[in-house]
């Protein structure tokens, strides 16, 4: 042979396997499966897709990660095959016959994982994972996304993927925690939206409530005052196809990310270029669902006092465990009370987290005035509240029965309007009288009369 055209030979099969080696394609198409160590990278180096192992295990699973140009320290925020991994390194994900994605090894013939996409059976379905970190199926000829990774999250919230229900299709997406550092497999704190009365955020652990982060505020949740105001943008739509929350990210060359750890803990992070700095965690002080009982307000800001208060014109449903600073029994009504038609009030607690709205009543259509008296009407209405907080408040929000779960804010929060009856509205009004305003035990406060 030519050794001319030998060297050619040569060097265009190095070319070659060089340029294999160091174009990272962002796709799997039929005919350019992903093997083991082989990896995916999104268009602008963001997000990269392979096989990886977690901590400690040397079992396989497939992943998405912040690709390590950007965030060397290797930050999952996805997992395929959460509760199937492979003992060896022969897996393949490729695209089968239906245009689903497969993943196989090389001892079982049935896939060890598969994405479920409804396409009519066609070849030429492609997975390209985008810089956004979703993994999507795309059908080429149309562009219509058949399947994408967004709608199965594990323990990881990315900015533009959506909690909660498609009312359509029925699909609930949640984040569920990891087992372990070394475990992805499904664990068993979840975060997600609870669609009851009026939608809220709410975090269980195995099953449980152990933060609620609450319902809409036009602006925020209203568990959750700390935002990320000027990195992210958050958003609410419940409507007959949806009932959906999101963040967007305002500016995307800032990674931020919420994760759910394994204790039931969920994390704010933000990359600061060397480390990933936590800006808000819940649950803090006061956050435990329901932590001061049935109609008593946790406030946190309290240091030499005990956390738990009760609601005005309530008293603790036991004064042992009150003195022994145990708040979970709550708070009843004083004996004797009358709360119907007898010139009862409200009393206005400032800056409050609002009670559990799974039990809530809503009607958009009504103005604050508008609650007070629809409230004061129905003497089984213990509590009303603006649902909406911008424009000065907008809509009525009702509690028919105990208001559970409420805590003070220092700089956010609603307000809440308790009823109480004419004593208690005398016994306050009495203190404005006296120091000229209204303070409810340390906690500023405003009185509403009735009009009966
Ligand atoms: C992995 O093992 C080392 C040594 O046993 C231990 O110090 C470390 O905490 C483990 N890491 C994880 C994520 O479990
Ligand atoms: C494949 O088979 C070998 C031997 O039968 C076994 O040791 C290994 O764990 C198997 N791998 C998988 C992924 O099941
Ligand atoms: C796909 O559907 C099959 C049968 O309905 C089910 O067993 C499997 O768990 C589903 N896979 C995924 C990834 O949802
Ligand atoms: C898909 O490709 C296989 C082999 O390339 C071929 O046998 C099959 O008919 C194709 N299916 C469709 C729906 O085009
Ligand atoms: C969706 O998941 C959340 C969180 O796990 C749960 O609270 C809610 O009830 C689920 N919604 C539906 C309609 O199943
Ligand atoms: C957000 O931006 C505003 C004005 O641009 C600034 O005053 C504020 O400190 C910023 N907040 C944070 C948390 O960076
Ligand atoms: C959030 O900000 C992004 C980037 O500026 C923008 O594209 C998106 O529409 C915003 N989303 C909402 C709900 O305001
Ligand atoms: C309040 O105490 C009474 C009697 O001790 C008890 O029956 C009731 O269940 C308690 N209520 C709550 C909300 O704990
Ligand atoms: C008061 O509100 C309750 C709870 O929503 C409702 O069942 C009842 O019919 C209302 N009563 C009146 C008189 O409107």
């Known amino acids: 042979m030519n050794p001319a055209k030998e060297l050619l030979n040569t060097s265009l099969l190095l070319s070659l396997l060089v340029f294999r080696f160091c174009i990272s394609l962002d796709t799997i198409s039929p005919n350019q499966p992903l093997k083991d160590g082989d990896i995916l990278v999104s268009k602008g180096e963001t997000f990269a897709l392979g096989f990886f192992s977690p901590g400690n295990s040397s079992r396989r699973y497939i992943g998405i990660w912040y690709h390590n140009h950007k965030v060397p320290q290797q930050t999952v925020v996805w997992v395929a095959n959460r509760d199937s991994p492979l003992s060896d390194t022969s897996g393949v994900l490729s695209i089968n016959g239906h245009g689903n994605l497969v993943l196989k090894s090389k001892n079982r013939s049935t896939p060890i994982w598969s ?36 709608d199965y999250p594990t323990n990881t919230l990315l900015a533009s993927m959506k909690l909660g229900l498609d009312r359509r299709t029925g699909l609930n997406r949640s984040l569920t925690s990891w087992k372990s550092e070394d475990d992805p497999g499904t664990g068993t704190c979840s975060y997600g939206i609870n669609p009851n009365g009026y939608p809220q955020l709410f975090l269980y652990k195995g099953g449980t409530p152990l933060w609620r982060g609450g319902s809409w505020t036009g602006r925020r949740w209203s568990g959750a005052p700390n935002t990320l105001p000027n990195l992210t943008n958050l958003s609410f739509v419940d409507n007959q196809d949806e009932v959906t929350a999101m963040y967007g990210a305002t500016d995307p060359t800032v990674f931020t990310r919420v994760v759910l750890d394994e204790s039931g803990t969920l994390h704010r992070l933000t990359w600061n270029g060397n480390k990933w700095v936590e800006f808000w965690s819940f649950p803090g002080e006061c956050d435990t669902y329901r932590e001061c009982g049935p109609s008593s307000n946790c406030n946190p800001y309290e240091p030499d006092n005990f956390r738990c208060t009760c609601l005005p014109g309530l008293e603790p449903n036991s004064t042992r465990d009150w003195n022994m600073r145990v708040g979970s029994g709550g708070c009843s009504r004083k004996q004797g009370a009358s709360m119907c038609r007898n010139g009862e009030g409200f009393v206005k607690l400032v800056r409050v987290k609002v009670p559990d709205t799974s039990v809530a009543r809503v009607d958009m259509s009504l103005s ?54 004419a004593v208690v509205l005398g016994i306050l009004l009495y203190y404005v009288f006296l120091f000229g305003r209204c303070y409810f035990r340390k906690q500023l406060c405003a009185i509403t009369f009735s009009d009966l």
Request: aromatic residues 6%; negative net charge.
């Open 368 to 421: 604050l005035k508008e609650c007070e008296q629809e409230c004061l009407r129905n003497c089984s209405c213990t509590a009303y509240s603006s649902a909406d907080e911008t424009r000065g408040g907008i809509g009525c929000l009702s509690w028919h029965g105990d208001l559970v779960d409420i805590r003070t804010f220092a700089n956010a929060g609603q307000d809440l309007y308790i009823r109480v009856d």
């Open 115 to 150: 994405t479920n996409a409804s396409v009519s059976s066609t070849n030429n379905s492609m997975a390209q994972l985008l810089d956004s970190g979703n993994l999507v199926l795309v059908l080429p000829d149309n562009q219509r996304v058949t399947w994408q990774s967004f």
